[in-house]
């Protein structure tokens, strides 16, 4: 089984730490492969990097149906092109955001999501909605670190620890889902510190994937979610043409 994971930001040091995780994740049943897209930004925490991050995100969606990957993770938090990848992919397209937040519901009464930045957590709160999880999440935290400060940033761990744990006690929940990829490597650790349940998107999204692929299950073409009609693109869209 391959499992395609797009990181949609262009930071390949982040890409290979997303890759080491989902590969520890899944273990020998599934071969990872995770890229970073050939065009986009270096990250993404505005609505204007995740709208520009969709059309490399789709080009690799292209890719790896060309290449016979079986399922795909989009791993950036703000779930990006996520309905529009699932038109082009024959197998199953789970985002990070989705994945953690349905498996943090499995684990406790409430969770709390801590992400990167506060200009972050607009859209952290639409994808809450959109995935029915007003009962189950209880608040949304940022911890003012940006994306690309997370691996660089020495105070980041314990930034982050702390965040978590005034989340946890302000918002009275069971369980923190982390709210970027970039923080998948703490996942573990952090858990044990804080002594509750830590769901990282990024380890969810490849094993829900797996699961989905190991049953055979994929999205869905029979309506919304149908092949998108051919027609014409133009300009520097014109390789995205059906
Ligand atoms: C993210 C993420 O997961 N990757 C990225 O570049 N930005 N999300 C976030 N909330 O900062």
């Known amino acids: 089984m391959k499992i395609k994971v797009i990181n949609p930001n262009t930071t390949w040091a982040m890409t290979a730490e997303i890759e080491e995780c989902a590969r520890a994740a899944c273990g020998p049943g599934a071969f990872i492969e995770a890229v970073s897209p050939a065009m986009g930004p270096s990250s993404i925490e505005s609505h204007y990097d995740e709208a520009l991050s969709v059309p490399g995100i789709l080009a690799e969606i292209m890719a790896g149906e060309r290449d016979g990957a079986d399922g795909y993770v989009i791993a950036c938090f703000g779930d990006p092109g996520l309905d529009a990848a699932r038109e082009l992919a024959a197998g199953p397209v789970v985002a990070i955001a989705e994945a953690a937040m349905h498996y943090a519901a499995f684990l406790g009464r409430g969770f709390s999501i801590v992400t990167t930045l506060g200009r972050t957590c607009g859209r952290a709160a639409d994808l809450v909605e ?113």
């Not at 940022?142 to 660089?152: A, F, Q, T």
């Not at 769901?199 to 979610?225: I, K």
Request: proline share 5%.
């Open 130 to 242: 959109r995935y029915g999880m007003q009962r189950h999440c209880r608040g949304i935290h940022s911890c003012e670190i940006p994306v690309l400060d997370l691996d660089n940033n020495p105070d980041a761990r314990k930034v982050i620890t702390e965040a978590c744990f005034d989340a946890l006690d302000r918002d009275h929940s069971d369980v923190i889902v982390l709210g970027c990829a970039g923080m998948a490597d703490l996942c573990r650790d952090l858990s044990e510190e804080l002594g509750v349940p830590v769901v990282d998107g990024v380890t969810a999204g490849v094993t829900m994937v797996q699961s989905l692929v190991t049953l055979g299950l994929s999205t869905s073409a029979h309506n919304e979610f149908a092949r998108p009609l051919p027609k014409v693109y133009t300009g520097m869209l014109a390789p995205f043409s059906l």
